[in-house]
């Protein structure tokens, strides 16, 4: 009897447990991305941008409106018109960063938002249903035209080399273009293939293009974004 007594005046003398309070939930963070319509450049700062959306959540504008559809990180709330609130990072600081230091422009934009720079480069995942296998594709074209860059372009005739050089190693050979302000992709140049057999990526959205570009073997490139 005495022993459940006490067991009955210790539980009363026991402070009844605090309900539990929800915890805040932590305030949005609005980011816009400046970089004009550098696609490349702009693709190379998701892994950052991912990074971010791990650890709180994100409203995020992104200038370079044709790769929206390519996030394959955290849900963000991706808006289609510029906040006028909230943080803007150009392009710029993490490009002069990644100029002067050595690094990757996928390590700058870790730098620029104020994350612990990787010493190894993340893998970018994007979004997109992979595809066929096509063993080399190539993009030769500049995404400033002959005009305005002329070292940037290779003649006809190299890159039918390069073609033949490839099919006659038994491999397939696709060409794509790049991608307008408009998001569209710019006319292919038939002159840089003729007559010879090759697959012709022409007119496709930006994420179909990138489950191409995930299943090849080998990219080959001038500096257009691809």
Sequence with gaps: MQESADRITNG???????PTQPQPAA????????????IGDTVTAFPA?????????LNLW???????????GPPVNMLSERP??????????????????????????????????????????????????????ISPFSSSGTAGHPHKIWPYQNW????????????SVGICGLFSKTNNPKPLDPQFWGER??????????????GYLRATRCVVTIDNGV
């Design 84 to 137: 006028a609130t909230g943080a803007t990072h150009s392009i710029l600081i993490p490009h002069r960063f990644f100029l002067f230091s050595g690094l990757h422009m996928i390590q700058a934009w870790f730098w620029n938002l104020g994350l612990s720079v990787p010493a190894k480069l993340p893998r970018i995942p994007l979004a997109g249903e992979t595809k066929e296998v096509i063993d080399v594709i």
């Design 197 to 210: 057999s090759v697959r012709v990526l022409d007119a496709l959205p930006l994420v179909e293009l990138v």
């Design 160 to 171: 039918n080399i390069v073609i033949d050089t490839l099919l006659a190693a038994g491999l």
């Design 49 to 57: 941008l991912y990074e971010l959306a791990k650890k709180l959540p």
């Design 27 to 38: 305030a949005p963070l609005t980011i816009s991305i400046e970089s004009g319509f550098a």
């Design 12 to 18: 009363q003398n026991e402070a009844p447990a605090l």
């Design 62 to 72: 992104l200038e370079s409106h044709q790769v929206r559809p390519l996030w394959a």
